[in-house]
Nanobody
Framework: QVQLLESGGGSVQAGGSLRLSCAASRYYTNSGWMGWFRQAPGKEREGVASIRLALGSTYYADSVKGRFTIYRENTNTLYLQMNSLKPEDTAMYYC??????????????????????WGQGTQVTVSS
């Protein structure tokens, strides 16, 4: 069982930056995908960015391309660097892991059902 713990959320003004961190509870395999999802009140959970661990390839939602960067510095920590934040980025952000996911189909990579492990979330609030 892998536990994921997010941190780094907070409140910023539009145009600001935040970096989210996701720490795994133990050594984490280098297989599959890890990703960041977000959910705003009254909306469905959506994929924001995902990284294929073995190859480093990444997918981004169109709404965050050019502003967000997902990366991994070691086997246990995943990051999401968020720049040029907008009020519409306000949401609870979740880290997730899919160690058994081998597809490159973006619909599955960004599908919440593909992920086995989830963190508790960290709130990001962007004011205008």
């Amino acid at each position: 069982q892998v536990q994921l713990l997010e941190s780094g959320g907070g409140s910023v003004q539009a145009g600001g930056s935040l970096r989210l961190s996701c720490a795994a509870s133990r050594y984490y395999t280098n297989s599959g995908w890890m990703g960041w999802f977000r959910q705003a009140p009254g909306k469905e959970r959506e994929g924001v960015a995902s990284i294929r661990l073995a190859l480093g390839s990444t997918y981004y939602a169109d709404s965050v391309k050019g502003r967000f960067t997902i990366y991994r510095e070691n086997t246990n920590t995943l990051y999401l660097q968020m720049n040029s934040l907008k009020p519409e980025d306000t949401a609870m952000y979740y880290c997730a892991a899919a160690p058994f996911l081998s597809t490159t189909d973006v619909r599955r990579v960004f599908g919440a059902d593909s992920y086995n492990y989830w963190g508790q979330g960290t709130q990001v609030t962007v004011s205008s």
